[in-house]
């Protein structure tokens, strides 16, 4: 008949002390790292709350300067803000990307920690079972006849009740530590995503570094620092650019398509996402302190169109303040259905750098004066996913974003040669009634 050892049984105590004790020093050891990163992380944190009050202050300043009338003394000023204002930003961004790193190595840490711990519970588990099992085959019955007193045979039976506790109070433990391991998995998952997309992020904004500081050097080197040069080029070139978009608007005058109003989504829906961060509904006008990415026009009949800014037509979009370098992002999911420059058949008289996106509602959405375009023609991008980033190429008095929209079945991509400019540009062309308001439905 198998024997059960008193000895044995009455070791699991010591056994449990020395597993919480090496336990115990081994959190400790994990603490002090932990404390260290999340010192690290907060230090991080502080440095981006700095920067980002510089970056307010950038924008305050480039505001101001935007509400004054255009002179190359004040052009180039703006242009120096917005360099500095992008050279803060790339601060900012590289900050960010250090702070998930140390995230990431915050939450490596914690899972080596999670893992090391399950090793240890698997180990006492193996030992608890191990000793559960001997016990329980020997009934109650045998033990109390093999005991010569009471006392022995209840102690054997406490233990063994003990035994039994710790063996369930363990396997809890232990599918919490797998749940908490799943948990922080994930979230180095998603960090690593966020550094990665950070990175793309700087690099992006080190580029418009370059294109602005470029445009400096333009701006000096064509006037030579000649302010009547300089208002001379200004007018040149509002001038061509009234030329090319009566071209474009007698070519969409021409085409004639019928609406189904029904196949569109319903005004004031909300399935349009902003395709900036930090918006405002608001007139930059109406606040001449205003910081977000304000309105500077809305569509249809404005006041530039009043004065004679598109030849009696209203204007077909909306456009909202955005800083070179500014992220853009797709208002809905969709398809890119093309991406172009007009700056390459006729500079500075159209959209620039433009975006044109098909979604799946019978809407399209359009982006231009872009600085940077981050997607390609054909490609699947999500609602909320970076796509660009704000500039000022093509026409624009100031950096801004040009949205537009237009109901899928009007507007395809042409390319056209203009008279004004005699070369080909390849933008988008839409039926007179297929502009619609974004506002209308964001």
């Known amino acids: ?3 059960v050892s008193i000895k044995k049984i009455y070791f699991l105590p010591l056994a449990g002390i020395i597993m919480l004790v090496v336990f115990f020093v081994a959190q400790e050891v994990y603490a002090g790292v932990l404390d260290d990163l999340k010192k690290s992380i907060e230090e991080k944190n502080a440095e981006i709350r700095k920067l980002e009050e510089d970056a307010q202050k950038y924008r305050l300043e480039l505001s101001n300067k935007q509400q004054i009338g255009k002179t190359l003394k004040q052009e180039l000023s703006r242009i120096q803000i917005n360099i500095k204002k992008l050279q803060n930003d790339i601060g900012i961004t590289q900050q960010q990307v250090k702070r998930a790193e140390l995230q990431i190595t915050e939450l490596s840490y914690e899972i080596s920690e999670r893992e090391q711990s399950i090793k240890r519970i698997k180990k006492g588990l ?30 054997i039976l406490n233990t063994n009740a003990s035994i039994e506790k710790k063996f369930l109070s363990t396997l809890t433990d232990l599918h919490i530590l797998h749940t908490e391991l799943e948990g922080r998995k994930n979230a180095e998952a998603i960090k690593r995503d966020e550094s990665a997309d950070l990175r793309n992020l700087l690099k992006q904004r080190q ?49 004639r398509i019928t609406i189904d109003q029904s196949s569109l989504p319903q005004r004031g829906s909300g399935v349009l996402d902003w395709p900036l961060p930090d918006v405002s509904k608001q007139s930059c006008f109406s606040n001449l302190i205003a910081v977000k990415n304000c309105i500077t026009q809305f569509f249809g009949y404005t006041s530039f169109a009043a004065a004679g800014g598109y030849n009696g037509k209203g204007h077909n979009g909306v456009d909202f303040r955005a800083d070179v370098g500014t992220p853009v992002f797709a208002a809905d999911a969709g398809t890119i259905e093309a991406t172009g420059d ?21 809407l399209s959405t359009m982006y231009a004066h872009l600085s940077q375009v981050n997607i390609s023609s054909g490609e699947q991008v999500s609602r909320g996913s970076r796509i660009a980033l704000s500039g000022k190429s093509g026409y624009a008095t100031g950096p801004h974003l040009h949205f537009g929209l237009f109901a899928t ?34």
Request: glycine letters at 6%; one cysteine or more; hydrophobic letters at 35%.
């Open 1 to 3: 008949m198998h024997r």
């Open 126 to 155: 193996g030992s608890l079972l191990t000793l559960f099992y001997e016990t329980e085959r020997n009934s109650n019955i045998e033990l109390f006849l093999r005991k010569p007193t009471f006392s022995e045979f209840f102690q």
């Open 207 to 255: 580029q418009a570094l370059v294109v602005q500081k470029n445009e400096q050097n333009q701006v000096l080197t064509i006037t030579q620092q000649q302010e009547k040069l300089y208002q001379q080029l200004l007018v040149e070139q509002d001038k061509k650019r009234q030329q090319l978009d009566q071209e474009i608007r007698d070519i969409e005058g021409k085409i």
């Open 342 to 362: 007009t700056d390459v058949g006729c500079r500075g008289a159209s959209y620039g750098k433009w975006i044109l996106i098909r979604h799946n509602n019978n």
């Open 409 to 442: 079945v009007g507007v395809s991509i042409q390319s056209i040669r203009s008279r004004v400019c005699g070369r080909m540009m390849t933008l988008p062309i839409a039926a007179t009634n297929a502009y619609l308001n974004p506002l209308d439905y964001l």
